[in-house]
């Protein structure tokens, strides 16, 4: 059974008159490092809260359909049992830390579960330096850059050992550099850990060489789901309003001009770059 | 922004810093009894003294000084209400012994304000919520506490931003007479509330996604301690209190009129 299997998912929020996402089915396997993308107000940030639960538990409204994570029953079992499966991490940084110093802010959830201090102590110094802010961990949130805080984010849910990180455009508030940061941040969980990722992305110049799994999404449904380098050399992507990667467009120009690159479509300037040179690479 | 950096909490260490924040606050409390029981000069002055080198550890002077100034009007207004007072009562006279009874007044409070200023000086709020959290409050309120000082800044820089763009939609907030300046704080005011309102709603997000309510007795990362430099402090504490007493019963405390022959 896949970890996360939503079925004929629709949903709409209290006093709205038309549902954020509607008719949504999904898998999403162990280990895999999905990214959704789509047009803003698409449905990608409800449907990143039905994965723990926040919709429906938080919101209310009125859901249809089925979530199942990690084999529980997502709309039966409150937020607080989800935590220790799902990880969420939001877009502003700021509104996600509330304790005055770091370590206590990585610490908030195992707190909340009522783990013992030596393990909490082993968990948070763990998750601190996979983030890289263990030497920053006495600082207090406003203190440290954007970039830090959004880390300080991601190790608060990391400590909690959840199978799957949810992350919804959490670089929107941050530069290109500390945004590569978090992504390289989020690459590595992935493969050394084994984590599951969902990661929702606007900036597919960056992110779309880590994924194997891409969802388009555009007017609370699905559109487009599959391999990256199908789906962004399709002309239906370009039509929804998803940025395709730049090197991805300069090879589909390159090709209609006659230049033979391979049948590959690049996702990132460094692969565009060794198809050149393969192809045409006498320096 | 220099009128908000006062706002913002800094973690700062010394001897005195580190000290357990609860046993700080009974020290607190008894200078506030020691200073209740006597109305004479001499141990009044003597209590103000003992504090001065707790200020000096901590290397706090500045903004001792600072909230001393602060106090110093109020500390003006107790003397001259004292003075007019007795002078009435005693049928217009001056005597030594009021103005010195009047003086020892002020300075009792002047002695409250400093202990607290030196508590609070010293005390960073992280360590003040730890201390909240450990003492039997409900953790609802250590949390709202902590969160409160945690937003404290943010939202003065919030508040910052949105004055600057309503000014440079021609808002004037130094214009017009004391009513009209209040009002000019609306178009301000109502932008920072909402924001508010919706940073809650976010931060209320965030908690449910970490496990805020999972379990009943929730646990600390951190232990308050007591160390060696709070014992001394507990020690002290017995002293001051033992030695006020004896004083307070035994020992007709002379005034400083009573040296002069007065």
């Known amino acids: 059974m896949a970890l996360i299997e939503i079925k004929n998912l629709s949903y709409t929020y209290p006093g709205a008159s038309n549902p954020s996402i509607h008719d949504v089915s999904l898998k999403i396997e162990k280990g895999e490092f999905v990214l959704i993308t789509g047009p803003s107000g698409c ?37 607080y049992d989800m935590a220790k499966h799902v990880g969420l991490v939001f877009q502003n940084p700021e509104n996600q830390l509330f304790a005055l110093s770091i370590e206590k802010d990585v610490a908030f959830g195992l707190e909340n579960l009522g783990a013992s ?9 763990w998750t601190l330096k996979q983030t890289g802010i263990y030497d920053i961990r006495e600082r207090s949130p406003h203190e440290i850059s ?38 390289e941040v989020i690459y590595r969980l992935n493969k050394e850990q084994g984590i599951t990722v969902i990661l929702v992305e606007h900036r597919l110049d960056l992110t779309a060489k880590y994924t194997d799994h891409l969802i388009v999404m555009d007017k609370g449904a699905i559109r487009l789901e599959g391999d990256p380098r199908d789906i962004l050399s399709n002309e239906e992507t370009r039509l929804i309003g998803v940025g395709i990667p730049k090197a991805t467009l300069l090879y589909q120009m390159l090709k209609k001009e ?21 192809a045409y690479g006498q320096r | ?31 506030f009894v020691a200073a209740i029981m006597f109305k004479s000069i001499i141990p009044l002055a003597a209590l103000f003294v003992m504090q001065l080198p707790f200020v000096f550890v901590a290397k706090v002077q500045k903004q001792w000084l600072r909230s001393m100034r602060g106090a110093a009007f109020l500390a003006a207004f107790i003397f001259i209400i004292n003075i007019v007072t007795r002078f009435f009562s005693a049928g217009y006279v001056f005597t030594a012994f009021d103005i010195e009874e009047a003086t020892a007044m002020t300075l009792r409070f002047i002695v409250l304000v400093e202990s607290f200023s030196v508590f609070f000086l010293t005390t960073s709020p992280d360590h003040l919520g730890l201390a909240l959290e450990q003492s039997k409050v409900p953790f ?47 178009p301000v005011l109502i932008p920072l509330i909402v924001s508010a309102i919706r940073r809650s ?30 014992y001394i402090l507990l020690a002290l504490i017995i002293v001051i209190l033992v030695a006020a007493s ?17």
Not at chain 2, 9 to 23: A, G, M, T
Request: hydrophobic content about 45%; proline content about 4%; charged content about 25%.
């Open chain 1, 43 to 79: 449905g990608k940030t409800t449907l990143c809260r039905c994965f723990n639960g926040l919709v429906p538990h938080f919101y209310q409204g009125e859901i249809k359909g089925e979530v199942t994570v990690s084999g529980i029953n997502v709309l039966e079992k409150h937020t």
């Open chain 2, 246 to 262: 004896y004083f307070f019963v035994f020992v007709s405390i002379p005034t400083v009129a009573s040296f002069f022959g007065l």
């Open chain 1, 258 to 278: 006659g230049f033979n690159l391979g049948d590959k479509t690049p996702l990132s300037s460094d692969e565009l770059a060794d198809q050149l040179l393969e």
């Open chain 1, 146 to 183: 954007g970039g830090q805080q959004q880390r300080v984010a991601i190790a608060s849910v990391l400590a909690m050992e959840p199978d799957i990180i949810v992350l919804d455009e959490p670089t929107s508030f941050l530069d290109p550099l500390s945004a590569e940061k978090i992504f």
């Open chain 1, 117 to 125: 201090r030596e393990e909490m102590r082993k968990k948070v110094d």
């Open chain 2, 1 to 31: 922004m220099s009128v908000f950096d006062g706002l913002k909490f800094r973690k700062v260490s010394s001897p005195i810093h580190n000290l357990d924040p609860r046993i700080k606050f009974v020290y607190v409390i008894c200078i």
């Open chain 2, 201 to 230: 709603l976010e931060l209320a997000e965030a908690m449910e996604s970490r496990a805020w309510g999972a379990c009943k007795k929730r646990t600390n990362l951190y232990a308050l301690k007591l160390h060696r430099g709070d």
């Open chain 2, 140 to 186: 609802e309120f250590a949390f709202a506490f902590t969160t409160a000082v945690r937003f404290v800044p943010v939202l003065a820089e919030e508040a910052q931003t949105i004055m600057d763009a309503q000014k440079a939609r021609g808002l004037e907030l130094e214009k017009g007479n004391l009513m009209k300046r209040i009002r000019n704080y609306i």
